[in-house]
């Protein structure tokens, strides 16, 4: 399967109010990205990142997910030090950093007013990621930032919630699906809250690393 057959078209209209933001965004900025943010990285990738949402400076203004905002300093600065991305972190979407063995994606393709999504818009867009999942075919580890990517996760892989639940650097083993991992999200609320350390988000793709190497 390739990514286009998993990923939203650009003009995706089932979520009415996230329509209208990014149509919005398209006015005032229509040298944007302002569409639903594809996947970044291979398909065949062992890995898979989850996120919440594009940013609207983020995401939504690059096109590729977590570039262009602080979220993406910590986590591609992460990347690179644990080996899951080579080359130069340059926040654009032409900067040729590329993924190693790795995929970034979020649960919600389209940016929402005040970075929430609503559960409708979390349900109507989950399709997209379980897709993406089932296309995935080396898929042996998924990070969840933040609890409601959890959830979403967790959904995609049609497990319960109550049997997993969220907690920094917990390691779920679902029966028959890849190794889910949860860590804070890496927003610039919870960095500044000290919620998440670097420390801490390090912690969290060292057991990745150990999980990916030992599992080869
Ligand atoms: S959030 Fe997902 S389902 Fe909703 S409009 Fe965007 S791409 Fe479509």
Redesign the pocket.
Known sequence: MSSAVSA??RD?????R??RY?EESRDQHPDWHNA?VPAFGSLDASLLIVGL?PGLKGANRTGRPFTGDYAGDLLYQTLLKFDFAHGEYGKTATDGLALVDCRITNG???V?PQNK?TGA?IN??R??LSAEIAAMKNLRCIVALGAVSHTTVLGALEQKKSAFPFAHCAVHQPPGRPILIDSYHCSRYNTNTRRLTTDMFNNVFKTVREIIDNTT
Request: proline share 27%; net charge positive.
């Open positions: 939203p078209r995706c209209g089932l979520c009415p996230l329509v990014r639903p949402a919600i393709r389209c929402p999504p818009e109507a867009c399709p997209f």
